[in-house]
């Protein structure tokens, strides 16, 4: 707060029958208020861990295996998809071009009246599928595996990849302030107000998010993305060999390991697993240790970004009990 990296911030920290959660700044920069710890915001790339948890149960059912290719199941869908996999479309390793990479498609910028217009999730591969990365053999972050694995979702079980996600995680949970949004502009009550510099701060709270659709659209809380992610890597929701398969962790280059829809950060003291988000005027990190320490953070940038370096700061605190 005091370096101009927030308006307004949430936090949750857990540590077996321990909780403590606070929140800092202000809910609106024009009229104030304090920000409640209990209050729901966009959750981002975080989104990417329910929709891969909802795959590796329907891998656990017999009905996909993750070394299948993605032809299989939506023929002729995806460009050289009989030769891409289920397993590298959760992993970021199937090389598909990223639609948000492109101007105007990217939740993380102001578009203006733009960012009230409805996308549907076949929009967004055309984006994607008309350009190719290079063939530099790297890891590349693509939302658009998370799109195809959405789909997926619906081929393989007929409803909407969103009442999956509420009917196999939310509802089982009790995970009542977590939403899949689709077309809804507007977040729950109580929240703070997500804003980006343009120069000065732009209120950027309302707007359509199903042009992140199973890549990013969704809302929570902290209390509620902590017991999910304590849920999950409990290994309540998968099978012992699904979990693995999630933990199982390739390479990136980016400052973290990448699995099946969950990051592994390296602490000093250790490696916590979960994942990030960023939706324009939120960022969104869960983090949880083997031990069962969680923490879960929702950020409200203001005139900047916080840092790579501030918010891991912030996990080392937390996980290894020193701020060095």
């Not at 990448?258 to 990030?276: D, M, R």
Request: charged share 20%.
């Amino acid at each position: 707060m005091a370096g101009d990296g927030a308006t307004a911030a949430l936090a949750r920290v857990s540590d077996g029958g321990r909780t403590w959660s606070g929140a800092v700044g202000v809910r609106d920069v024009k009229r104030g208020g304090q920000p409640s710890p209990s209050g729901h915001f966009r959750i981002g790339s975080v989104t990417k861990t329910f929709v891969a948890t909802v795959v590796l149960q329907l891998v656990d059912e017999g009905k996909v295996r993750l070394d299948d290719p993605v032809d299989r199941h939506l023929p002729g869908l995806v460009p050289g998809g009989e030769r891409i996999t289920v397993r590298q479309l959760l992993n970021h390793t199937s090389h598909l071009y990223d639609y948000m990479s492109e101007p105007g498609y990217s939740t993380n910028r102001w578009r203006g009246d733009a960012r009230f217009r409805s996308f549907q999730p076949r929009e967004l591969l055309e984006v994607a599928f008309a350009k190719k990365l290079p063939d530099d053999g790297r890891w590349h972050y693509s939302n658009t595996n998370y799109v195809v694995l959405g789909l997926l979702v619906e081929k393989l079980t007929g409803r909407a990849y969103g009442e999956e996600v509420a009917r196999r995680v939310l509802r089982p949970l009790g995970l009542r302030h977590t939403v899949v949004p689709g077309d809804r502009a507007g977040v729950p009550s109580p929240h703070a107000k997500g804003y980006e510099p343009m120069p000065d701060l732009v209120d950027a709270t309302r707007m359509n998010p199903s042009l992140d659709w199973a890549a990013g659209e969704m809302i929570s809380t902290t209390a509620d993305l902590e017991r999910f992610m304590s849920a999950l890597l409990n290994g309540r929701l998968t099978s012992a060999a699904s979990l693995r398969a999630m933990r199982t962790t390739v390479e990136t280059g980016a400052g973290f390991g990448y699995g099946l829809g969950l990051q592994a950060y390296t602490l000093p003291c250790g490696t916590v697993w979960g994942h990030s988000g960023e939706l324009i005027g939120y960022q969104t990190f869960a983090f949880r240790a083997d031990s069962g320490k969680a923490l879960t953070m929702s950020i409200n940038p203001s005139t900047r970004n916080p840092s790579t370096q501030e918010i891991m700061g912030i996990a080392v605190k937390v996980f290894c009990g020193t701020a060095g």
